[in-house]
């Protein structure tokens, strides 16, 4: 899980273009909206393409995802559990 | 034309290739998503904005020839790739040509008229034409006029082949704004007198036009025909470089020029732009 969230935190750090970031500044269990890294909503709309081309996952209920992406550790428990890639 | 407003140019900033570190003027979360071209957009806006010591304009108006055209190349590698999935909603908002002028308005908070103009090489001219015309007409107090263009690798590829005689690095690109007011206000104040584009003149027509604005023995400035013309081929934003160039050398200092006729060619319009240097006087 450890080497998921890692990925996870580079893959996110370069499709939302989070320059001056590593891995090591996001606490995975840090909220990713609002406070947290303030992500807004066309960052919503990055992470969801992410996650349907690197993990072959479609989410398609919103209310759904707004649980999935609260933090990066969240992230990483729905993609060990739903990746298909 | 009597009981018009005057116009004038009362700041203006230019940047040529490279990235402009915007963080002067935005903080790092607004420009992490800006591409190359908005980057230098910010940048030359917020500066002539900052010496104008106007805070915003009443109006920001935007010429741009190819529009953020890396964002729109990678967008449309995407759609090809992906077979139209999977398509990065960034890169889908800055691809369109008036994601620049809406991106300023944006961040100055600017509820004002919003306009672009991609013109081709008079893309800029036509921006400042409308600004001209609306300052002039009273429609306007200030405007803030820019024109921003990039160039990728794939366009300095095509321009090369249909110019063998410049290399691909030699093509430049740039960005230049500038804030327009009703008052001559500033240091250095500049009427912008009169901003014509004639499409596809006949050489009598073009020598009448230039003939009737420097009848008062006004310098050329840019140019010969040929001049203006190879200036065009190698600068993406060759009007509103050559206009901040002009502005740059009219000087009230003795023997300095105090007014100019900026003539720029693109295919086949020709721009021609006359500007007078206000005098202490403010005549």
């Keep these: 899980m450890e080497e998921l969230i890692n990925q996870l935190k580079e893959q996110i750090i370069e499709a939302l273009n989070l320059e001056d970031m590593t891995p090591a500044d996001i606490d995975a269990d840090a909220p990713l909206f609002g406070e947290g890294l303030g992500l807004d909503s066309i960052d919503a709309l990055e992470l969801i393409v992410l996650m349907e081309r690197e993990y072959g996952i479609k989410l398609g209920n919103p209310a759904e995802g707004k649980k999935i992406f609260s933090s990066v550790a969240s992230i990483a428990d729905y993609v060990s559990k739903n990746r298909k890639k | ?283």
């Design chain 2, 1 to 283: 034309m009597n009981g018009m407003n005057k116009c004038y140019i009362i700041s203006g900033s230019c940047l040529h290739d490279g990235e402009a570190d915007v963080r002067k003027y935005v903080t790092p979360g607004e420009a992490r998503r800006m591409c190359r071209i908005l980057k230098r957009a910010v940048y030359t806006s917020f500066e002539a904005l900052r010496q104008s010591g106007i805070e915003c304009p009443d109006a920001i108006i935007t010429g741009t020839s190819m529009g953020c055209m890396e964002n729109s190349e990678k967008f449309l590698t995407d759609i090809c790739r992906n077979g139209e999935q999977l398509l990065k909603p960034t890169l889908f908002m800055q691809s369109t040509h008036n994601t620049i002028a809406s991106m300023t308005g944006i961040l100055l908070k600017c509820h004002g008229y919003n306009m672009t103009y991609s013109q081709g090489g008079v893309s800029f001219t036509s921006a400042l034409l409308d600004a001209w015309l609306q300052i002039r007409a009273g429609e306007i107090s200030n405007a803030l006029v820019g024109c921003h263009d990039e160039l990728t690798d794939a366009i300095r590829k095509i321009r090369h082949a249909a110019h063998p005689e410049i290399a691909p690095a030699d093509f430049r690109e740039a960005s230049a704004a500038f804030m327009l007011a009703s008052e001559p206000l500033g240091d250095k104040p500049i009427e912008l007198k009169k901003v014509i584009i004639l499409h596809r003149p006949s050489p009598r027509r073009l020598e009448e036009a230039i003939r009737s604005l420097s009848a008062k023995g006004t310098p050329l400035s840019g140019c010969s025909e040929a001049e203006a013309e190879a200036e065009s081929l190698l600068c993406a934003s060759a009007d509103a470089e050559s206009v901040y160039s002009a502005c740059r050398r009219l000087s009230p200092l003795p023997g300095e020029p105090k007014s100019a006729l900026v003539v720029t060619r693109a295919g086949e319009s020709v721009s021609l732009i006359k500007l007078t240097l206000v005098s202490p006087c403010g005549c």
